[in-house]
């Protein structure tokens, strides 16, 4: 295996030398792209032979670099979109609506129209953090064209931006949306003003 890597090296070197190229092709715009190419392959190949020798000789920084770069990667690939938002709030509505006035929770009610009401308003937006998604919500629709919309001195300032934050996006999942959705069918209220009765 080894002697016919060898020899088919001996070749591909020996086809250089004895390939030449036409003179007009030794000079100008031509030589100067495959000057560039090449310095650009030999950069990239010292630097891929510097992270391997890094490695060797740090592991835990290597490790360290290496985690972080795959948990990265994959937050990325699980990072939720506006229709995954879209797709969630429609699903947490209809397991609303299948329940009485009696046992639906207040609160998760109240939470699935304030976040409705928005969205139907068209002022939902999200921001995408690569890792994750923020949903938040603006002043105006995307579609107005009026000056308040339009001027950057009064759209939404950064420091009243955690005001306006609806919900987080990790992993997948939409979590003051699933938060507000826990115990969505039991109504606290029910029993509110109401004495324990003694067990018999």
Same mark, same amino acid.
């Given at each position: 295996?080894?002697?016919?890597?060898r020899?088919?090296?001996e070749?591909?070197?020996?086809?250089?030398i004895?390939? &030449?190229? @036409? #003179?007009?092709?030794?000079t100008g715009?031509?030589?100067?792209?495959?000057?560039y190419v090449?310095? /650009?392959?030999? *950069?990239?190949?010292?630097a891929?032979k510097d992270?391997f020798?890094?490695?060797?000789?740090?592991?835990?920084?290597?490790?360290?670099?290496i985690?972080?770069?795959?948990?990265a990667?994959?937050a990325w690939? &699980?990072? @939720? #979109?506006?229709?995954?938002?879209?797709?969630?709030?429609?699903?947490?509505s209809n397991d609303?609506v /299948?329940?009485? *006035?009696?046992?639906?929770?207040?609160?998760?009610?109240a939470?699935?129209?304030r976040?409705?009401?928005?969205r139907n308003?068209?002022v939902?937006?999200?921001?995408?953090?690569?890792?994750?998604?923020?949903?938040?919500w603006?002043?105006?629709?995307?579609?107005?064209?009026?000056y308040?919309?339009?001027?950057?001195?009064?759209?939404v300032?950064?420091r009243?931006f955690?005001e306006?934050?609806?919900?987080?996006?990790f992993h997948?999942?939409w979590?003051?949306?699933?938060?507000?959705?826990e115990d969505y069918?039991i109504n606290y209220k029910e029993w509110?003003?109401?004495?324990?009765?003694?067990?018999?």
């Amino acid at each position: 295996m080894a002697a016919s890597i060898r020899r088919i090296r001996e070749a591909v070197s020996l086809a250089k030398i004895t390939q &030449k190229l @036409p #003179d007009r092709l030794k000079t100008g715009a031509f030589a100067k792209a495959g000057n560039y190419v090449h310095g /650009l392959g030999v *950069d990239y190949k010292n630097a891929v032979k510097d992270i391997f020798i890094d490695a060797k000789n740090y592991p835990l920084r290597a490790t360290v670099y290496i985690t972080t770069l795959t948990c990265a990667t994959y937050a990325w690939s &699980k990072n @939720p #979109d506006e229709n995954n938002f879209d797709k969630s709030l429609l699903d947490a509505s209809n397991d609303l609506v /299948l329940l009485s *006035d009696a046992v639906r929770n207040p609160d998760s009610e109240a939470f699935i129209r304030r976040v409705t009401v928005l969205r139907n308003e068209g002022v939902l937006r999200r921001m995408n953090l690569l890792v994750g998604s923020v949903m938040w919500w603006d002043n105006y629709d995307k579609d107005v064209a009026m000056y308040d919309a339009q001027c950057d001195h009064l759209k939404v300032k950064w420091r009243n931006f955690q005001e306006r934050i609806l919900d987080v996006g990790f992993h997948g999942r939409w979590w003051y949306l699933n938060k507000a959705m826990e115990d969505y069918d039991i109504n606290y209220k029910e029993w509110e003003g109401r004495e324990a009765e003694p067990m018999k």
